[in-house]
């Protein structure tokens, strides 16, 4: 049980194209996710905290225009990279929290790898 | 701000050692400790958890232990074993953090040799 997938696993895109990130939980609901970033040899970064059915939480220096996320269902959160360039190249890792679970639990996505040419 | 950093970032061990990742925090209101692994191109799996009111916990093959007084978590792996090479993290909650945030550590990279 509790299993996150990401779609795609990993996307190659031009410079200026948008692209699309997929974080679905399979087997419980998610009132809230949350969005890391991973560059090489380096930690997770929290980019930003998914609610379902409101706005986005992002965190000091992440661009809300720039990053946009989108929980619309208990199951499903998307980010979108708007006008990437390459250096939003990175790792891209969601986690969701099991709505009828502990709070301080969050299962982890495979990760979605980008990069951006 | 505050953050959870690390002492070590490699270590590199034999097959069937003993192995300790140790990780050193800076917010003493951090109530809650996990440790991850994140094996290349994977994302993080949960290993162990600890809360403040505890100084030690113990899973299979693995041990975390807790000293408030410094401020040091660690990772202890019995019996190391290849598939144990990987990424280590140690992550935070500190009390009161909205949303239950994760705070993570640098990481530490675990080589076990054959």
């Known amino acids: 049980g509790a299993v996150v997938s990401q779609h795609p696993s990993w996307v190659i895109c031009k410079s200026g194209t948008s692209v699309k990130i997929e974080c679905r939980s399979l087997?419980?609901?998610?009132?809230?996710m949350f969005w890391y970033r991973q560059f090489p040899k380096q930690s997770l970064m929290l980019m930003a905290t998914?609610?379902?059915?409101?706005?986005?939480?992002?965190e000091q220096g992440v661009e809300k225009d720039k990053f946009l996320i989108n929980h619309a269902s208990l199951t499903l959160s998307t980010l979108t990279v708007t006008s990437a360039h390459p250096e939003d190249s990175s790792f891209y890792i969601c986690?969701?929290?099991?709505?009828?679970?502990?709070?301080?639990?969050?299962?982890f996505g495979p990760g979605t790898r980008l990069l951006v040419l | 701000g505050e953050s959870v950093g690390l002492h070590l970032p490699t270590l590199s061990v034999q097959e069937g050692d003993n192995s300790i990742i140790n990780c050193a925090y800076s917010?003493?209101?951090?109530?809650?400790f996990i440790w991850y692994k994140q094996e290349s191109g994977k994302g993080p799996q949960f290993i162990i958890d600890?809360?403040?009111?505890?100084d030690k916990r113990q899973g299979q093959r693995v041990t975390v232990l807790l000293n408030k007084t410094v401020k040091h978590l660690s990772l202890q792996i019995a019996a190391t074993q290849p598939g144990d090479s990987a990424v280590y993290f140690c992550?935070?909650?500190?009390?009161?953090?909205?949303?239950?945030?994760?705070?993570f550590g640098k990481g530490t990279l675990l080589t076990v040799n054959p």
């Open positions: 998914s609610n379902e059915g409101s706005k986005a939480t992002y």
């Open positions: 992550a935070e909650i500190p009390v009161g953090s909205s949303n239950y945030k994760l705070t």
């Open positions: 087997d419980f609901q998610a009132t809230t």
């Open positions: 600890i809360r403040s009111n505890m």
């Open positions: 986690s969701a929290r099991d709505s009828g679970g502990r709070l301080e639990t969050q299962y």
């Open positions: 917010n003493s209101a951090s109530d809650y």
